[in-house]
């Protein structure tokens, strides 16, 4: 069983829809959360931490299911640039620098 | 601008020849981080290093090298021992050693052997 994965998509929607993302991690010790986002052929970048209460970023919204081991991420009104792959990554452990990415689910929007 | 370089962003090479890729970063922060990725696969850690002058090997550190000889400075060199080396090369660093913090990434090296 892979540590991170991701339905890698792609997830083909028109502006405007709401698109849910779904992640499951292995090792139950992971603390810490993250989404990132990246453009073709270019270095991924933070979208947002993940944290036990979820949290939400204007129309991105992420959640934690610590007891089932998945993250989510929810994009609501969709738009042209939010087209993009996003990653899921989690720590390797308990207090620990290394981080563990997901291979990515790639999103198109079309107009 | 604070940030993370990395130079070259594109770089060819002879098969059995040795290259340093370049990361630099002045945000201050105390751990870096080399990745490559290749065709639908995630991020694989290839070096980390936590604090200057000391550095781990990660999940794919055969063939490669690397160094801390100052707390701005990460390079990567990758040998003629690499046997596939042709990818993208990511740097990364993080503010705080030794608690998981967020990494941010250099624009990214693709480095071709023909």
């Known amino acids: 069983r892979k540590e991170v994965e991701q339905d890698p998509g792609p997830f083909n929607v028109p502006e405007g829809a709401t698109v849910a993302f779904n992640c499951t991690y292995s090792n139950s010790a992971s603390q810490s959360f993250f989404w990132y986002r990246q453009d073709c052929r270019k270095e991924p970048k933070l979208l947002m931490s993940?944290?036990?209460s979820g949290n939400e970023d204007g129309r991105f919204t992420a959640q934690l299911n610590r007891a089932s081991q998945y993250i989510s991420l929810l994009i609501r009104d969709s738009k042209l640039s939010d087209s993009a792959t996003y990653l899921c990554?989690?720590?390797?452990?308990?207090?620990?620098?290394?981080?563990?990415f997901g291979t990515g689910t790639r999103l198109q929007v079309f107009p | 601008d604070g940030g993370i370089t990395q130079s070259p962003k594109y770089l060819f090479r002879k098969e059995g020849q040795n290259v340093t890729l370049s990361c630099e970063q002045n945000?201050?922060?105390?751990?870096m981080y080399w990745y490559r990725q290749d065709p639908g696969q995630g991020l694989r850690l290839i070096y980390y290093?936590?604090?200057?002058?000391?550095?781990q090997k990660g999940d794919i550190a055969e063939g490669y090298s690397v160094s801390r000889e100052k707390k701005e400075s990460f390079p990567l060199t990758v040998t003629s021992a690499q046997k596939n080396p042709t990818a993208f090369y990511l740097c990364a660093s993080s503010g705080q050693r030794g608690i998981t913090d967020t990494q941010y990434f250099g624009p990214g090296t693709r480095l071709t052997v023909l």
């Open positions: 945000l201050n922060h105390d751990a």
């Open positions: 990554v989690v720590n390797s452990g308990y207090n620990t620098d290394k981080l563990i």
């Open positions: 993940v944290y036990s």
């Open positions: 290093s936590q604090i200057v002058n000391d550095f």
